[in-house]
């Protein structure tokens, strides 16, 4: 069975930083893009980052981009999320996501597609 759990979401300052973590357990996603999704309460599914199988290939949303990095340990089978500079827009239930056709780029991730795997989502609430 395949499981993707993340974990490090919490309660953070505007300003603040926070790292979340997704690992995969149950099959290997080394040849495959890994990624993140958020949703906002009342708000649709968004693409936040994603990082293509060789870890040099990346992608961002536009609202992110100067303030977060995403990379990956294909040795632990796991996918980060460095965020700073946090601001109460950022402020949801993250998703880590992964699969997809092999060998894709990270851009590819931006569009849902039924193969993914995805997490149950960790929380984070930026907030004074």
């Known amino acids: 069975q395949v499981q993707l759990v993340e974990s490090g979401g919490g309660l953070v300052q505007p300003g603040g930083s926070l790292k979340i973590s997704c690992a995969a357990s149950?099959?290997?996603?080394?040849?495959?893009?890994m990624g993140w999704f958020r949703q906002a309460p009342g708000k649709e599914r968004e693409f936040v980052a994603s990082?293509?199988?060789?870890?040099?290939?990346?992608d961002y949303w536009d609202s992110v981009k100067s303030r977060f990095t995403i990379s990956r340990d294909n040795t632990k089978n796991t996918v980060y999320l460095q965020m700073n500079s946090l601001e109460p827009e950022d402020t949801a239930v993250y998703h880590c996501?992964?699969?997809?056709?092999?060998?894709?780029?990270?851009?590819?991730?931006?569009?849902?597609?039924?193969?993914?795997?995805w997490g149950q989502g960790t929380q984070v609430t930026v907030s004074s």
């Open positions: 990082i293509d199988w060789t870890g040099r290939d990346t």
């Open positions: 996501v992964a699969g997809g056709s092999p060998f894709s780029t990270a851009h590819d991730m931006r569009v849902i597609l039924p193969s993914y795997f």
């Open positions: 149950g099959r290997r996603f080394d040849n495959h893009a």
